[in-house]
């Protein structure tokens, strides 16, 4: 059974959001002002799941997806719409996240920081399924809601070589020994001195053959891309061919450059996060003399600009391997006199644990998806001695963010002076952002 709604808005997986007697309708395939046909496909006391059966009055927004494999393919959600409602739709999902979990109200919304909307996707980790009913190997992203690997010979949001790549690695990978125990193949492209380099990793639940050794090796040869194997968990990565192939990615405004191996976190959009720290830091001001922590610091992508900037840096992370390679990036980048990291469990964090970080000015936190809600609660109140003049928040979650937000303003009496959107992941409903927090 059908029925028409006119919807209203996007929600935080990028379906349109209607209302049908006051029930909260999530139509997959519609986009805010359109008049859509749809079908109910799940019903639950305080809500309904629909799928767009006919459009009666389309958005000036929609738009014709690029991809031939969207709607099937999880990769991208928003194809179908063109990138200013986009952009729009994550600032109202930031912005309603701050209003309704965490009851604040940024002073000020900074203007979106957006990027190349096609082939931005420098890491990806692709599944790999061999399934005769499909004729082979598949190579690509998981299917809509689903564990199915989408039959995919091309993908937009990566760069162009790599699309080109799909089709030969299923090729590759439907002619090894190995190809029912090797379940993934991670991507990681770096970019060094003008030379770009494509390390591809492959986890394999058994050892290679002899064969499967030389195929890889000529494939590599001849697509130049390098090969990496992964025999457990990722710090059991290791080069296979060239042996030597290394990666690191550039800060050019900052004069840094980050060494880093294939299956350490860095951000998927290099182009991004070059604006996102040159954003970051501006919200931050860091001055030399200054005391200043970098929370959730990895590879040290803040700490270094920071450091760069003349302030004296603590980085601090959870993991003892990243903290090692910060380290060693400081030294390699001659900042090694001002930054200490530290490891530290931050979702245990304390006031006594914060405090023996020493002094603080300022802090900048970039946590994972689970946010840093004692990390929050930790800090001196803003009108205590040692309160911190300025906070600025990385986020990758807006609900996370909002909820330590609201710590940070109604609980530790910091204003929230701006707030905004980065879209580091085009034609997805991921919305990354960016917070300052100061003393009221």
């Not at 929609?62 to 729009?88: E, I, K, M, W, Y």
Request: glycine share 8%; net charge neutral; with cysteine.
């Amino acid at each position: 059974m059908t029925s028409e709604v006119t919807v209203e808005s996007l929600d935080q997986e990028g379906r349109g959001v209607a209302h049908v007697d006051g029930k909260a309708v999530f139509v997959e395939g519609a986009l805010p002002g359109e008049r859509v046909m749809i079908e109910v496909v799940r019903r639950k006391p305080s809500f309904e799941i629909a799928r767009t059966v006919a459009i009666a009055a389309p958005s000036g927004s929609r738009v014709t997806p690029r991809c031939p494999h969207f709607g099937v393919c999880g990769g991208c959600s928003l194809q179908h719409a063109d990138a200013a409602l986009q952009v729009a739709a994550k600032q109202r999902v930031l912005e309603e996240a701050l209003s309704r979990i965490g009851r604040v109200r940024a002073d000020t919304l900074l203007a979106p920081i957006r990027g190349p909307d096609w082939h931005y996707r420098w890491r990806a980790r692709l599944s790999v399924r061999h399934v005769v009913k499909k004729g082979g190997v598949l190579v690509g992203f998981h299917e809509r809601k689903s564990s199915f690997v989408a039959d995919m010979r091309e993908c937009h949001v990566v760069p162009p070589s790599i699309s080109a790549l799909l089709v030969p690695l299923r090729e590759l990978i439907a002619g090894l020994s190995v190809r029912d125990r090797l379940p993934q193949i991670e991507m990681a492209i770096g970019e060094h001195d003008g030379v770009v380099t494509c390390v591809l990793v492959l986890r394999i639940l058994e050892a290679l053959a002899p064969s499967d050794e030389t195929k890889l090796r000529a494939f590599a040869d001849a697509h130049d891309v390098a090969f990496w194997l992964q025999t457990g968990g990722p710090h059991t990565a290791a080069p296979f061919h060239p042996p030597h192939a290394s990666l690191a990615y550039t800060l050019p405004e900052f004069a840094i450059t980050i060494p880093f191996g294939p299956t350490e976190f860095t951000q998927v959009n290099p182009f991004i996060n070059r604006v996102l720290v040159r954003r970051a830091l501006a919200l931050l001001a860091p001055a030399a003399g200054e005391r200043i922590a970098d929370f959730f610091c990895g590879l040290g992508n803040f700490t270094l600009p920071i450091a760069r900037r003349g302030a004296s840096v603590v980085g601090v992370e959870g993991s003892a391997a990243l903290v090692t390679r910060a380290r060693e990036n400081a030294a390699y980048n001659g900042l090694g006199d001002a930054v200490r990291f530290e490891v530290a469990n931050l979702f245990a964090a304390t006031a006594d644990s914060v405090a023996a970080l020493g002094p603080l000015d300022k802090a900048l936190i970039d946590p994972p998806r689970e946010g840093a809600i004692e990390l929050a609660k930790s800090f001196p109140a803003a009108d205590a001695d040692g309160a911190l003049s300025r906070i600025v928040y990385v986020s990758c979650n807006p609900a996370t963010l909002a909820r330590d937000a609201a710590v940070l303003v109604n609980e530790r009496g910091y204003r929230l002076r701006a707030a905004g959107v980065v879209n580091m992941f085009p034609h997805t409903a991921h919305v990354e952002s960016v917070a300052l927090f100061t003393r009221a």
